[in-house]
């Protein structure tokens, strides 16, 4: 029943910025914590920011910290992540995920395994 769709990938130049949107259909686990993902080829996927129902915990891996903002609109039921000054380096498809059991942001917003849901990925590329 729950289905998570991404939108806002796209091609960019270095230091630009990018808005990605993750809808949500469906509010049986809105009060549960959401995150992004994100995977280029040949590598594995990695912890990109998660965020809780409030909105008011998020947490960032290193490599996105001071550029990326994960926020959620749950009136719209909807997560977004800003990123700014991109890098060639984030180049990669980019996953929403929420779960169906994590209530607070904890060690296990990184990992895959905190999340029960995921969308079918939107590509981000970003050229020198």
């Known amino acids: 029943q729950v289905q998570l769709v991404e939108s806002g990938g796209g091609l960019v130049q270095a230091g630009g910025s990018l808005r990605l949107s993750c809808a949500a259909s469906?509010?049986?686990?809105?009060?549960?914590?959401m995150g992004w993902f994100r995977q280029a080829p040949g590598k594995e996927r990695e912890f990109v920011a998660a965020?809780?129902?409030?909105?008011?915990?998020?947490l960032y891996a290193d490599s996105v910290k001071g550029r990326f903002t994960i926020s959620r609109d749950n009136a719209k039921n909807t997560m977004y992540l800003q990123m700014n000054s991109l890098k060639p380096e984030d180049t990669a498809v980019y996953y929403c995920?929420?779960?169906?059991?994590?209530?607070?942001?904890?060690?296990?917003?990184?990992?895959?395994?905190?999340?029960?849901?995921w969308g079918q990925g939107t590509q981000v590329t970003v050229s020198s």
């Open positions: 469906g509010r049986t686990f809105s009060s549960y914590v």
């Open positions: 995920a929420a779960s169906g059991k994590q209530s607070y942001i904890s060690s296990s917003s990184r990992r895959i395994s905190g999340y029960d849901y």
């Open positions: 965020i809780n129902y409030s909105g008011g915990s998020t």
